[in-house]
């Protein structure tokens, strides 16, 4: 699996994943996106690409080489359900290996689409994220904040959503 930096060649596959995988209130406008990456080198969108076809997006913003915030990551609904999420979360995870951060969902919320959150959960606890026990709200939504390593921290997330300008608010969710 690689990660393949997007050319405008690449923008109608991009959106259409993007606009399929997102419910609106997730989403920033995607040209907003395209102008915002192109001002930041720290943002990173990419597509995912597997025997030379692309499979899947991801728009990352880059802390340092070693750790990244995953804003957004969907593999191709046509080619799901065939460990491409898990190549490309092991991908992700080798490239920064200080720690990849992101968010899934918040279960057990009585959501409409619940079932479907709690396999997306699942799905990234199998590929070895952890859940940090904070809570994130933002872009109209509540998630689990999940890292792979305990390098990369709370901190590290709030630096990563300021660059691409999302105002979140995080709870701690551990009960001592």
């Given at each position: ?14 959106q259409s ?89 918040l279960t ?69």
């Amino acid at each position: 699996m690689q990660l393949q930096e997007l050319t405008q060649d690449g923008y109608q596959y991009w959106q259409s994943i993007y606009l399929a995988a997102f419910p609106p209130y997730e989403r920033i406008d995607f040209d907003d996106l395209i102008r915002i990456a192109q001002a930041n080198q720290m943002i990173k969108l990419n597509t995912l690409i597997e025997d030379e076809q692309p499979v899947g997006i991801v728009l990352n913003i880059e802390l340092d080489h070693q750790k990244s915030f995953i804003l957004y990551f969907a593999i191709d609904e046509s080619k799901r359900s065939g460990g491409l999420g898990s190549k490309a979360l092991n991908a992700l995870k080798s490239t920064y290996p200080g720690g990849i951060i992101l968010e899934s969902e918040l279960t057990g919320s009585d959501a409409p689409n619940e079932e479907q959150r709690t396999r997306r959960y699942r799905f990234y606890q199998k590929n070895g994220l952890i859940d940090t026990k904070y809570v994130t709200e933002n872009l109209g939504g509540t998630f689990h904040l999940l890292a792979s390593t305990s390098e990369i921290t709370v901190a590290d997330y709030e630096m990563a959503s300021s660059q691409i300008g999302i105002e979140t608010h995080v709870v701690d969710t551990q009960i001592d």
